[in-house]
T-cell receptor, first 113, second 114 residues
Framework: EDKVVQSPLSLVVHEGDTVTLNCSYE??????LLWYKQEKKAPTFLFML????IEKKSGRLSSILDKKELSSILNITATQTGDSAIYLC?????????????FGTGTRLQVTL | DSGVTQTPKHLITATGQRVTLRCSPR?????VYWYQQSLDQGLQFLIH???????AKGNILERFSAQQFPDLHSELNLSSLELGDSALYFC?????????????FGDGTRLSIL
């Protein structure tokens, strides 16, 4: 059974700190790894990492895929209170003719003043 | 705004009842996915439709069913509801079948069973 594990489960930091969120996976026929940010409502897409694109950056957020270690990290520098959210990692794997998305349980980040 | 529309936003009903959740994907997206999110289990994949056809099933109970219509909107039907079915139900859409295309999520339907 495909498995995605995120750590830590929760963390609280001060505004301006840098945080690193971890995601490890065990899936059959890996295709890509995605990061989502979930505030009060729907998860919003952050990054997609594939074999051909193992590092992505957008502003203060960046992510790296380590296919050898079957893991990914999401870095947030100079955190702001608006970064407070649940960060979800998901892995896309092939299941014959279709693809499947398996989510981790998320890391809850709280940024305080 | 992701462009994925889910209705209703919140649904309260009693055990044993049946409900229908509706999802309209983003314009141009052919794939629709349904997820259940509960406090203790995170996001659980239920089912995937592509251009009207079922493509993959996840942890979907037999009491639940879904379909995708010719106009590409989708409905998730939940019957014989139990207290444990209380959760946030998300619909997501993508252009095709997740081949290097991310999913975009609707705001969800919160289902409360009394």
């Amino acid at each position: 059974e495909d498995k995605v594990v995120q750590s830590p489960l929760s963390l609280v930091v001060h505004e301006g700190d840098t945080v690193t969120l971890n995601c490890s996976y065990e899936v059959t026929n890996f295709r890509s790894l995605l990061w989502y940010k979930q505030e009060k409502k729907a998860p919003t897409f952050l990054f997609m990492l594939t074999s051909s694109g193992i590092e992505k950056k957008s502003g203060r957020l960046s992510s790296i895929l380590d296919k050898k270690e079957l893991s990914s990290i999401l870095n947030i520098t100079a955190t702001q209170t608006g970064d407070s959210a649940i960060y979800l990692c998901a892995v896309v794997s092939n299941t014959g003719t279709a693809s499947k998305l398996t989510f981790g349980t998320g890391t809850r980040l709280q940024v305080t003043l | 705004d992701s462009g994925v529309t889910q209705t209703p936003k919140h649904l309260i009903t009693a055990t044993g009842q049946r409900v229908t959740l509706r999802c309209s994907p983003r314009s141009g997206d052919l794939s629709v996915y349904w997820y259940q999110q509960s406090l203790d289990q995170g996001l659980q994949f239920l089912i995937h439709y592509y251009n009207g056809e079922e493509r993959a099933k996840g942890n979907i109970l037999e009491r639940f069913s879904a379909q995708q219509f010719p106009d590409l909107h989708s409905e998730l039907n939940l019957s014989s509801l139990e207290l444990g079915d209380s959760a946030l139900y998300f619909c997501a859409s993508s252009v095709n079948s997740l081949r290097n295309q991310p999913q975009h999520f609707g705001d969800g339907t919160r289902l409360s069973i009394l």
